[in-house]
C-alpha cells in the first residue's frame, strides 16, 4: 500500500512538473512570437517609413517660408491703386495677429493641437466614430500640421500612400518647428473664401480691415471658413455661418478659452461686412495697367504675380477721377450732337414684360443713384404732354422732351437741329438707356435719354519740372477697351504740331515779328491728286503779310507750310526728336500740319519740353519700386535734359499764350490763369486736340474714332477737346497758386510795328511790345524796354 501511494505522489509530481514545462514552452513560444510579431512590425514599420520617406520634401525649407504673396501698387499720396496676384495672400506677422483669432482656429480645427506630436489618433478615432455616427462625413481627423503638409508640401490627393506620407511629414515638422512657427504658417497659408488666402487677406476682404483690428466676433467668423469657405461664406449663407461661428465659440467655450458670458455677447456682437473690390479697374486703369505692362517686361510675372512688389506710381487719385470725368461728359456731348443712333433694342407684349421681371431683379427695391446711367424700357410715349415714360424694374420714370431733344437722327454731317416730338426718336417697347437726374417720389424719377459714345479719347497731363505723369486716361471705358489710346495710338496731330515748327523756325533766325506772306502757293507733290499740292487756311482764305506771332495764334496752315519750306522738313523732324518725339516722323512740307501721327504722350512731353525752360524732362510712372523684403530694386528721380533754349522755350510759350487770349484757344481762356496752348484739328475732322499748360501742369487731349472716320463738321479741336480740357484743368488746379511764366534773363522786350514787323517809329500807327532774343531784334535801336516792363507791356496788349 505504501509503495503504491508513493508511485502515484512521484507521478504527480512527475505531471506537475510536465505541465510547467509546457507552460514555460508556451511562455517561450508566446515570447518568441510576440518578438517575431514586433521585429516583423518594426521591419515593416521601419521598411514602410523608408520606402515612403524617399523624396519626401524636406521641411527644412519651411523655416524660409516664401509663399506667393500680392504685388501692391500705390499712387503718389500712398493710396492703394492696384493689386496684382496669383493667390491674394498678405503676410502677417503671428505677433500682429490676435490671440484670439489662434484660439478660435485652433478650437475650430485641431483643439488637441498643443498637446499632439502632429498626428492626433484620439482626435482621429473620435471623428471615426462621428462619422459612423452620423452616416456621413462630418468631422476631419486631420491637425493643423497635417492641413498645413497639404497646401504646402503635398499634393491634395487623398489615398494611403499620402496619408502615410502627411503621417511622417507632420511628426518631422512637430520636431523642426514651433508651435508658434507651425500656426504663422499655417494662418497665412490657408484659403478662406472669396479669393483670400491668409487671415490678413480675408480680413481685408471680408472686413476692409486689417487682421490687428479685428473683434472676437470677427475672428471666429474667420475661424469657421476653412472647413467648407463656399458652403460657409457669410456673404451668400450669412445663417450657415453664424451657425460655424456658434460652434467654434462654442469650442472655445468647451476648452475654457472664453466664459459663457463672452460667448453670448459675441453671438449679439453686429458684423459689418464690406464687398473687396480690386482696385485695379477702378480709379486708374489705363495707368496701372501701363505701369503693369513696364514691371512685367523688366522683371518677369513671377515677380509680378508672385513676390509681393511694392510699385510707387506718379498718379493723382484726384486727378486722374478729374480727367475721367471730363473726358466722358466731353465725349458724351460730342455724341449728342451726332444725333441719336436708336434703341438698343424693342421688345413687344410677353418680351418687354420679361424684361421688367429681369429689370427688377438686377436693379432690386433700393434707390436708383443720381447721376448714374440705367437700362430702362419705355412705356408710353406722350406728344401732347412732350414726355416719355419708361421703366426700371421696381422704379418708373418720366423723360421730359427737354432731356431727350437731341435724340434727332444721326448724322454727323449735320450737328444742328432738335427734336419737336419725343415719338420721333422713341416708341414703346424701346430698350434704352437713362440717366437719374433726381428722386421726385419713391421709386419714381425724373430722367434724361442717354447713350454710350462710339468716340474715344485721351487726356495725359505731366509735371513738367519733374516728369511726373500724374493721369493717363485711355478711352472712354477700360471695360470697353483696354488699348490705351494716350500711349499706343498714333494719330495725326494737325495744328497741335505747329508750335514745334514755330519754335524751330525761332531757332533759324526767325522772331515773334517776322513777316510771312499768308498767299496761295502750289507745290509738286506725287501723292497728291494732280501731282502738285495747293496747301490752304481752314475758312479758304489768305490774308496777306502775317507776323509770325499771328499766324500761330490763327493757325494759318500757308504761312506754316511756308515755314518748313524754309527751315527744311528734316530740321523739323529732328528738332521734334529732340523735343521728345520718338514716332518715326516723314520728312515732307505735310509735316508742317501736322501729317506724321504722335501719341498724345509724345506730345505732352515736347510741349512740357516749353514749359520747363527748354529742358526736356524724362516722362516717369514708378518712382520707386520695393522687393518683399524691403530692399529698393528701382528708384527714379526727376530727370531733365536741356534741348533748347530758355529763351527760345519762353518765346513759343509767349505765342501760345496769344492762341489762349485772342487766337482759336480761346475757349480755354477760362480757366482764369496764365495758360498757354494749341488746338488740332486733322482733314475732314477726324482728329481733335488740344495741348495747353499753365507753369505747374502740362495737359494734352485727343479725341477721334478708332477707326479713323470724321467727328462730323464742325468738330475741332477747339469745340471738341478744349472743353474737356478746360473741365479738367479747372478741378485739377483749383488748389494751385497762380503763377505766371517766368521770363529768362535773355529775353529782351521792344516795340514793333505789327504792319513790317519791325521797330516801331514815329510814324508807326498801332505799335506793340514784342519780346526777341538780344540778337534777334528786327533792327538795331529803337526803344528796348526791360524784361519786368515788356512782361507787363506785353500782357496788355494781349488782354492779359
Known sequence: MTRQYKTSEESLILLSETK????????????????????????ISYGTY?????????????????????TKVYASDGQLIGEYFVERRVLAKYENIPKMLVLAFVAAEDDDFFEHPGIDIRGIIRAFIHNIQAGRVVEGGSTITQQLIKTLLLTPTVDISRKIKEAILAYRIENYLSKE?????????????????????????YFGKSVEELNLAECT?????????DRFSPYRHWELSKERQKYVLTMMLKEKYITQEIMDETLNTEIVLKRFTNPTKEKAPYFIEHVRRYIEKKYGSTALYREGLSIYTTVDVDMQGYAREALRKGLKQLDKRQGWRGALDTLKDEEAEEFKEKLKDKYGEEPLVVGKTY??????????????????????????????????????????????RPSSALSSGDIILV?????????????????????????????????????????????????????????????????IIYSAALDKGYTPATIIYDSPIVYKDKYSRGGVWKPKNYDGKFYGPTTLRRALMLSRNVVSVKIVFDIGPDYVVDYAKKLGITSPLTPVPAIALGASGVSPLELTNAFSTFNNGGNRPLPIFVTKVVDRDGNVIEENLPKSEPVISPETAYIITSLMESVVQTGT???????????????????????????GFIPQL???????????????????GSKAAAPIWLDFMKKATKDMPIKVFPIPEGIVFSRVDPETGGMATDESGNSIIECFKPDSLPREGGDMILPEEGSRFLKEDLGL
Do not use: C
Open 181 to 205: 512657427e507651425i500656426l504663422y504658417l499655417y494662418l497665412n497659408q490657408i484659403y478662406l473664401g472669396y479669393g483670400a488666402y491668409g487671415v490678413e487677406a480675408a480680413s481685408e476682404i
Open 698 to 716: 502740362t495737359t494734352g487731349v485727343w479725341v477721334g474714332f478708332d477707326d479713323e472716320k470724321t467727328l462730323g463738321r464742325y468738330e475741332t
Open 221 to 229: 467668423l474667420l475661424a469657421g471658413l476653412p472647413k467648407a469657405p
Open 665 to 691: 484757344g480761346t475757349r480755354v481762356k477760362a480757366l482764369g490763369r496764365p495758360t498757354a496752348g494749341k488746338t488740332g484739328t486733322t482733314n475732314k475732322y477726324i482728329d481733335a486736340w488740344f495741348m
Open 435 to 499: 440717366k437719374i437726374l433726381e428722386m421726385t417720389s419713391s421709386n419714381n424719377y425724373r430722367l434724361a435719354l442717354d447713350q454710350d459714345p462710339q468716340v474715344e479719347g485721351a487726356i495725359v497731363s505731366m509735371e513738367p519740372n519733374t516728369g511726373y505723369v500724374k493721369v493717363l486716361v485711355g478711352g472712354y471705358d477700360f471695360r470697353r477697351s483696354e488699348f490705351n489710346r494716350g500711349i499706343q495710338s498714333r494719330r495725326q496731330p494737325g495744328s497741335s504740331f505747329k508750335p
Open 20 to 43: 510547467s514545462q509546457k507552460r514555460r514552452m508556451a511562455i517561450v513560444i508566446f515570447l518568441t512570437i510576440t518578438a517575431v510579431f514586433m521585429i516583423l512590425v518594426t521591419t
Open 375 to 420: 437700362k430702362a424700357i419705355v412705356t408710353k410715349v406722350d406728344n401732347a404732354n412732350k414726355v416719355v415714360s419708361v421703366n426700371l424694374g421696381n422704379h418708373n420714370g418720366k423723360i421730359a422732351l427737354a432731356n431727350m431733344s437731341w435724340a434727332r437722327k444721326f448724322n454727323p454731317s449735320s450737328p444742328y437741329g432738335n427734336i419737336t
Open 50 to 70: 523608408y520606402y515612403f520617406s524617399q523624396d519626401l520634401p524636406s521641411v527644412t525649407a519651411l523655416k524660409d517660408f516664401r509663399p506667393s504673396i500680392v
